[in-house]
């Protein structure tokens, strides 16, 4: 039944029904939905006057995020008051 | 009969000059990016994504081929828009590539019970802009 009222309110009943037509693609170039490379890792070395938290005010725009900084570089910041200069810095 | 005073190397290095500068059109510098350099369809495809057998006269039972050629790096959307007679839609498709040179792209369109015969257009488009139709029968 529905069949039949479909043929029969079908206008186009001889135009041709590409509704199964397969398709596909590839390219000898990088497809660009690949997701970017990862960012290098970022550093930063210490200078004269720096603090966790001047640092942090600078590269995250927080002086709070003093810690993050603190939390990534603890194998190399025994106290969070006393960073030195030349000191470089894995920025999280 | 008065004779040019010109002398004949003149002549000769303004011949050259005209040459240079006039007569066969040349093509515009690559634009920044990816453009389309060729557009081609077939039967069969080889290894390096170009059509192994460019025809544009196809049986019911082909896949149906189109290796677009791009030159130019950089992100790029290619579409493959293959319609059938007036307009009808068979298929449309598309892919985002970034090349970092040359480069082929391929589309390919199929149907398990065969294609009706006729007359049918493949419209490209490369970042919406029209880069080139192909069209080729099925018989």
């Given at each position: 039944?529905?069949?039949?009222?479909?043929?029969?309110?079908?206008?186009?009943?001889?135009?041709?029904?590409?509704?199964?037509?397969?398709?596909?693609?590839?390219?000898?170039?990088?497809?660009?939905?690949?997701?970017?490379?990862?960012?290098?890792?970022?550093?930063?070395?210490?200078?004269?006057?720096?603090?966790l938290s001047k640092i942090a005010k600078r590269e995250y725009g927080s002086a709070d995020k003093w810690h993050q900084i603190y939390e990534a570089n603890r194998d190399i910041i025994k106290n969070p008051d006393l960073i030195f200069p030349g000191q470089t810095l894995h920025l999280p | 009969m008065r004779v040019s005073s010109i002398?004949?190397?003149?002549?000769?290095?303004?011949?050259?000059?005209?040459?240079a500068c006039g007569g066969k059109?040349?093509?515009?510098?690559?634009?920044?990016?990816?453009?389309?350099?060729?557009?081609?369809?077939?039967?069969?495809?080889?290894?390096?994504?170009?059509?192994g057998d460019v025809t544009d006269s196809f049986r019911p039972s082909d896949t149906i081929y189109a290796s677009i050629k791009t030159e130019?790096?950089?992100?790029?959307?290619?579409?493959?828009?293959?319609?059938?007679?007036?307009?009808?839609?068979?298929?449309?498709?598309?892919?985002?590539?970034?090349?970092?040179g040359p480069a082929r792209t391929e589309f390919h369109v199929s149907k398990p019970d065969g294609w009706p015969a006729g007359r049918y257009h493949l419209d490209v488009t490369l970042n919406g802009n029209s880069a080139g139709t192909k069209q080729f029968d099925v018989k």
């Open positions: 039944m529905g069949i039949f009222d479909k043929k029969k309110n079908d206008t186009t009943d001889s135009s041709p029904d590409f509704s199964n037509v397969r398709s596909g693609g590839s390219s000898t170039a990088p497809s660009g939905d690949q997701a970017p490379a990862p960012a290098a890792p970022r550093t930063y070395v210490v200078v004269s006057g720096d603090s | 002398p004949p190397v003149a002549v000769f290095l303004a011949a050259i000059l005209v040459a059109d040349t093509a515009a510098p690559p634009a920044a990016g990816v453009s389309v350099s060729s557009i081609d369809v077939g039967r069969s495809l080889t290894a390096d994504k170009a059509i130019g790096a950089g992100p790029a959307t290619l579409r493959a828009n293959w319609t059938y007679g007036e307009g009808k839609k068979v298929d449309d498709s598309s892919q985002t590539i970034s090349p970092t």
